[in-house]
């Protein structure tokens, strides 16, 4: 019996040491942001570091685009990419606001695109699973030596604008205000439309730029992208092509009536990606003059 009871506490001993050993090193991994230099930016007063952020053994890739002076906190604007893609559609419109004197921060959703450097998720991303993310972001950025917490903005194109509406929507208080681009407040009626009943949805299906899983369908059919933007407070652009194929006018339209402080931007002739140089110019100039109008008189030039 002494014999069972000394192994039986051997085993716990054991158990306890590993575990808090685990624990150890999961909350060590989590505290962790890794800092490198991604790469420099020549004739610009800006670099570019890594700064990526782990919940657990979860890796959430990002990039910070610093302005060169980097004493005291700045201004930080969060990019949010579309479907398919990854931070690095961001890079011209990030570099735009470190210029101006924000810190400009762009990530990767897990799973959100092919060539995502984050850490996969199993079963597929999903609206949903992008607003965890976002959320994890932005509650990381606050904590960071270089962030200004008054001054935190969300900025996002297609899925990323409407996930940016929905975390900004919700994080009052944290989030400063808003650049949304071609927001797709369309994908949960375009995911009932693709399928009305929840027994017929595939395991992947082909969806506008990427495959998604099963995941991406079920948690969107009961989205509401519309219940929480009566209650946000603070100054929103709202930027839409009127030759939008992707994300029809209307969903804009109606937007634009809830939102509080919006300042609605219908650009005639543009489409979703903005990829003429005629809509770049237009969108880079409509950005710009918000962050300018953002910044902390003492950082203007």
């Known amino acids: 019996m002494k014999k069972g009871i000394k192994a039986g506490i ?13 624990w150890g090193v999961t909350s060590y991994i989590d505290s962790q942001s890794p800092r490198k230099v991604v790469k420099g930016t020549s004739g610009t007063a800006i670099h570019i570091e890594e700064v990526s952020f782990y919940e657990g053994l979860n890796k959430i890739y990002g990039k910070a685009y610093m302005p060169q002076d980097t004493l005291g906190r700045k201004p930080v604007v969060i990019y949010c990419h579309g479907l398919g893609q990854n931070g690095d559609e961001s890079d011209a ?12 921060y762009t ?24 607003r965890k993310d976002l959320e994890t972001v932005v509650q990381r950025i606050r904590k960071e030596d270089f962030t200004d917490k008054g001054k935190v903005f969300l900025m996002g194109h297609s899925q990323g604008g409407l996930v940016a509406a929905l975390v900004g929507s919700s994080f009052r208080r944290e989030v400063a205000g808003m650049i949304l681009i071609a927001p797709a407040f369309n994908l949960p009626d375009m995911g009932r439309e693709r399928y ?20 991406y369908f079920s948690d969107i059919r009961n989205l509401n992208p519309y219940k929480w933007l009566s ?8 930027i839409q092509g009127a030759a939008d194929d992707i994300v029809p006018q209307s969903y804009a339209d109606r937007a634009a ?45």
């Open 10 to 22: 051997g085993i716990a001993i054991v158990a306890a040491i590993f575990g808090g050993g685990y």
């Open 93 to 104: 419109l990030c570099r735009l606001a470190a210029g101006k004197g924000y810190v400009a």
């Open 107 to 130: 990530f990767d959703f897990r799973s959100g695109g092919p060539a995502s450097r984050s850490t996969e998720l199993p079963g597929g991303m999903s609206v949903e699973t992008e």
């Open 196 to 215: 009305p009943k929840v027994k017929d949805i595939a395991d992947s299906t082909n969806f506008i730029a990427m495959v998604v899983g099963k995941r």
């Open 231 to 238: 209650r946000y407070d603070g100054d929103v652009l709202l």
């Open 257 to 301: 009536e809830e939102f509080k402080n919006v300042d609605y931007k219908l650009l005639p002739g543009i489409g979703h990606t903005f990829n003429s140089s005629s809509a770049r110019k237009q969108l880079h100039s409509l950005v710009g003059a918000y962050l300018d109008a953002h910044l902390d008189p003492s950082a203007r030039k």
